[in-house]
């Protein structure tokens, strides 16, 4: 495990994206797992801009998302797929076809999630992994309490992921309480993964997660066991 401490959030956010471009050049037919939320937004400013800049394709590259939330369709605002095209996938040359998220309106959850997984493997496994982390220390929707050896599954979303999460939806609308997301023994066969997480609210999760002993019920500490990973994080951040 690497810690990359870099004294602003900004700073931080560039030097992940520093990462994947490299891991992009290296290897333009990356199988690259993508976060949503806050935290990795200015990292999706930068690869826009280094692909609009000729430094990077996407013609070649194949992505999986983490998770979607249940019960939204594709075209819902507030969907994790309407997220995605509209901070990378509607800027870059990616291909329709090599774009994977869960469906989140699928008639069968269980069906969905297996079949989540078996894209996965037939693409060969995720390459480079871009992960940020909760305040409970989740990583994808992985609560607290989430076995290590789970894989993509319906989950139910804790009191504090629902309360971050309904700063995003519009007044009086809920959030869902549920979403189908990559398990952890999932998101640790990628053979790299880049944690990204800035803030002091980050700072506890991010001290339990390499400090701590790996336990369930802090989901980050998983990321212990992985082949390859670099938090990276400011200041604020590194600061418990």
Known sequence: MEVVVLPTADAAVAYAHGLIV?????KPSTVLGLPTGATPLGVYVRLVESYRSGAVSWRSVTTFNLDEYWG????HL????AY??????DHVDCPLRQRH????????AVAEARGYEASIDQAGGIDMLLLGLGRNAHIGFNE?????????RLVDLAPLTLAANKLHFASGEEPPGQAISMGIATILQSRRIVVLA?????AEAVRRSIREEPNVEVPGSALQFAQDVTFVVDEAAAGA
């Open 144 to 152: 607290p309490g989430s076995p290590f050896t789970s894989r993509t």
């Open 78 to 81: 507030t969907s994790y797929a």
């Open 84 to 89: 995605m095209r509209r901070v990378l996938f």
């Open 101 to 108: 998220i869960p469906n989140g309106c699928a008639t069968d």
């Open 22 to 26: 490299e891991h992009l050049k290296a």
């Open 72 to 75: 939204l369709g594709e075209y």
């Open 198 to 202: 800035t803030g002091a609210a980050k």
